[in-house]
């Protein structure tokens, strides 16, 4: 019966990650190409540009308060991840009526809160109801669909938004209904776990707003090798925010892209990359400890940014630059998502992940600013060039960490900085 049980729960938690994965795609085409259509179409300006890529890191300073109660209450797990999947799509369903730039910002941002804000649930319920090796594999199956549809979509939509100025008001609208739709899905997810820990009402505010701050802290003092591998993928993540940063600057100024142009590389490309190298990753993850993993991650992340500033000479650069982004992505997305539950062992995995989300917002806060200041006194490539570096730094790092990690199966890397 317990063989049976455990059966089923995998199968509705897979059907429930893939769908939802899927029924968002045509959304996360879009969503990804926000600045790009604020820039050409609303002439949005630099600080504009800046706040957009810079939100979408940041929000995650909000997204723990969203998460926190599962920390104390399993048996929310479904219901977290249900609110959080129709309260993020809902500011996108007025975007045809929407025409204020600053509005649609603070909608970009919305999402990304209740994204981040639901990560810890969804990788809760994972470790929960899919055991072993299957987890991996199931994670990069969903993402390697979600991917390869976004590689699939961009072709049309890019001619649609050539073609028809002002019809991504309406892909908005649509697909962010489609992704509320995915719910259904959700609904189905079983839990093992009725666990019940109610929050003293003797909490104050203040207590409330800083515990999540507190507990990531504690974990990361306790953890020694949990807070190196944060260090990585600070580096490495921060890199791509500066690059994100002068992004469409550089496609619209220095290289006179199309929308069908930059959704080719951004969507298809990118998605082709991340599909393919998917299986690959998957085994490398079962072969390596995660920092020797992560060190392959953060190297081809060192060689995107000297990919795009190739295109400058020719233009099939910016796709080669994807192609390889899109395989870099696939194995920062296992890497990061699955950190929570290799890292915790027998230890409820949430904790672990709203500190990973903590610290994607905070590097949001930063290196976004940075790119632009570093930007505006000299030039983009400039920019390419120090993310490059960054990340060469960051796969030092991780290697070394990695090192460490093979001779101590403790996981005490206290020796190692």
Known sequence: MKEENSLEFFKKTRTAFLWTRILNIPFWVIYNILYIILFKELGATPLQITVIIALKPAASLLSPYWSSSIHQRQDKLRSNLIWANIIKFLPFIFFPWISNTWLLILAFGHYMVFVRGGVPAWMEIIKQNIQGTQRERVFAFGSAIDYLGSALL???????LDVYPGIWRWIFCYSALLGIFSTFFLLRIPLTSTQTTLLSSADSLYTRIVKPWKSSWELLWRRPDFAKFQVGFLLGGSALMMIHTVQSAYFVNDLHLSYAEILLALAMCK???????SPTWVKLFDRLNIFRFSSIVTLLCALFPLLLFSATVQTYWVYVAFLVYGVMQAGSE?????SGPVFSKSEGSSVYSTTNVLIVGLRGCIAPALGSLILAW???SVVLCLASVLCIIATERMYRYGLARKEDENGNLSRVF
Not at 271 to 277: D, N, R
Not at 334 to 338: I, K, N, Q, R
């Open 154 to 160: 961009p072709v049309a939509f890019g001619w649609v």
């Open 378 to 380: 000299s030039s983009a």
């Open 271 to 277: 998605g082709i990359g991340f599909a393919a190298a």
């Open 334 to 338: 296992l890497s990061w998502h699955m």
